[in-house]
């Protein structure tokens, strides 16, 4: 009987490849179910961030109803294959990543840890980040150009071999790496922390309730593209670049910096961001622990029925 209840006990533990291939999946699903929700905020944030011309509410719209004009309903998810391309890997990545380095960390969840929370936030945002950038590029290129000029994902790695070479697809890959950092840390961290602190002072039930993790990743988002959006501006500016004016990080600084100002230049459609940033945040974070407890829930099924006929046999 003892010997029974311990085979059960090991069957109701998932394995680590068990953990990552949930976890890969659950971020898949995430990713690609927030940045669709998002995209056409995400291609006029990117519009006015290469660009000089002063952000405000009524050009954005005015941006989103001439593409709505001349590009159609769906032009305003124009880019939105390059974005998936790079999220459904990016999200899986990084949510996996996640898990991982909090493992090597040794981080107890009923303990608070706040400096090794952030850095294993920061630490997934930089492996995720730097796995899939040469597709981040493409998506940038596709959301900011006409149609005729990059018709296809393809199209785009084709055109920037052929007339930037190979680096191109790494322009803009330092102040992206930089800005993941408190990004993903400042993220993870808040997220976190505000579940942590949920459990223990409201409901002590491990699964917390979709729209309150929705609501956590909304802050956490908030929080996170706050910290980063200098870096953010910076890294946009060096991907979309044809014309080798933004060449380095400080040069990249000064020169937005002498034309525009700190806040018209640095801090330009973080308004924007302020919106489609939580909503983003949120849906991936709450879809991601809704997907894998699910899948993780139907793997120890099936190993349980398993056990169960063995048991039988």
Known sequence: ???????????????????????????????????????????????????????????????????????????????????????????????????????????????????????????????????????????????????????TLREVFKKIYRTEGVTAFYKGYFPTVIGVIPYAGVSFLTYETLKQFYKANVNNDPTVNPLVTLGFGAVAGMLGQTSSYPLDIVRRRMQTDSNKEYKTILGTLSTIYQREGIIGGFFKGLSMNWIKGPIAVGISFSTYDGIKDLLRKIVKGLKNNQWYYSECR
Not at 100 to 128: D, H, M, R
């Open 1 to 151: 009987m003892e010997h029974s209840i311990n085979q059960k006990n090991k069957v109701n533990k998932l394995g680590n490849t068990e953990i990552v291939l949930t976890s890969l999946c659950a971020g898949a699903i995430a990713g690609a179910l927030a940045k669709t929700t998002i995209a056409p905020l995400d291609r006029t944030k990117i519009n006015f961030q290469i660009r000089k011309q002063p952000y405000s509410a009524k050009k954005a719209l005015e941006f989103l109803q001439h593409t709505f004009h001349k590009e159609g309903f769906f032009g305003l998810w124009r880019g939105n294959s390059a974005t998936m391309a790079r999220i459904v890997p990016y999200a899986s990545i990084q949510f996996t990543a996640h898990e991982q380095w909090k493992k090597i960390l040794k981080i107890n969840p009923e303990e608070p840890s706040p400096g090794k929370q952030f850095l294993a936030g920061s630490l997934a945002g930089v492996t995720s980040q730097s796995l899939t950038y040469p597709l981040d590029l493409a998506r940038a290129r596709m959301a900011v150009t006409q149609k005729d000029l990059y018709a």
